[in-house]
């Protein structure tokens, strides 16, 4: 029988929190960690291997494993698509940097979002697609080699002028056509782009890697309701999805900052059964 299994990223709490929250996840019927890296490291480019394998013996000591890395560029917004040859040649040299990061952390995929990143302006369609479809080629053949898959994030309208709509990020992942460049759907893109529906599924089920369990503005699913998530899960049951659905959602001030992350999975659990 297909079961999903359940993952959260890091931004949801703060870092100086993380040995606490990590210590008390896997009794929530959490396995897995996705990573925002910059959470973790002020400058992941100085990164020893030591450092690294510290922060994953701390992740698994408490019975869970990394899953993979999101949240790329966040600390980097010289880099990115359209902004001329050199930098995005500095840009595939610091995803692949980032490709070693994961493996290292026992990570198997890399989700490329990064709103700010892709945006192409007044560049026509065609040609952003163009320029894209190369850019990601590179990053494919460099991902085959460090055996790690790295995912487009679809987002909406409303975050980003590139890559809008499943519907895009499912044509570039076609012209891409690459084993090791895959999909992922993200529910909150997904409802402002109006794309809640088995179709949208059915088109990915053999591509999708990751799901995204979040709601706009990465407002805690403890205490926002406005994506209709049990439709979503429904339909992930319906292509028999297998692998981590995971929260993301931000941090917010509060005098309880685990009480969130734990009502938030307990309410995920009640949306997306196993």
């Known amino acids: 029988m297909n079961k999903m299994k359940y993952a959260i990223s890091n931004i949801a709490w703060p870092q100086e929190k993380t040995d606490v929250v990590l210590g008390m996840l896997y009794e929530t019927g959490i396995s897995g960690i996705e990573i925002a890296p910059s959470r973790v490291w002020k400058d992941t480019e100085k990164l020893s291997f030591f450092e690294i394998n510290k922060f994953r013996q701390l992740v698994e000591k408490h019975q869970l494993r990394i899953i ?81 898959f790295f995912c487009i994030e679809h987002l909406g309208p409303d975050e980003t002028d590139f890559i809008d709509s499943a519907r895009v990020s499912l044509e570039l992942i076609r012209r891409v056509n690459h084993p090791y460049f895959r999909g992922h759907l993200d529910a909150k893109s997904l409802h402002s782009s109006g794309e809640i529906c088995f179709e949208t599924f059915r088109d990915f089920a053999d591509i999708i890697q990751h799901f995204h369990i979040n709601e706009p503005g990465l407002n805690p699913i403890a205490v926002s309701s406005v994506v209709n998530h049990q439709l979503l899960a429904q339909y992930l049951k319906e292509i028999k999805y297998d692998n981590y659905v995971s929260i993301e959602q931000k941090t917010i001030e509060t005098s309880d900052p685990i009480g969130i992350v734990k009502k938030s999975i307990e309410v995920m659990k009640t949306w997306y059964r196993q």
């Open 68 to 148: 993979g890395l999101h949240s790329l560029l966040y600390d980097h917004p010289e880099l990115g698509l359209f902004k001329g040859k050199n930098i995005e040649d500095k840009t595939i040299e610091f995803l692949e940097h980032l490709m070693n990061i994961c493996c290292d952390l026992g990570g198997k995929f890399l989700i490329f979002g990064s709103p700010k990143a892709r945006e192409r302006g007044n560049l026509p369609i065609e040609e952003a697609m163009k320029i894209a479809s190369e850019f990601f080629k590179k990053i494919a053949e460099k991902a085959q080699h460090h055996n790690v």
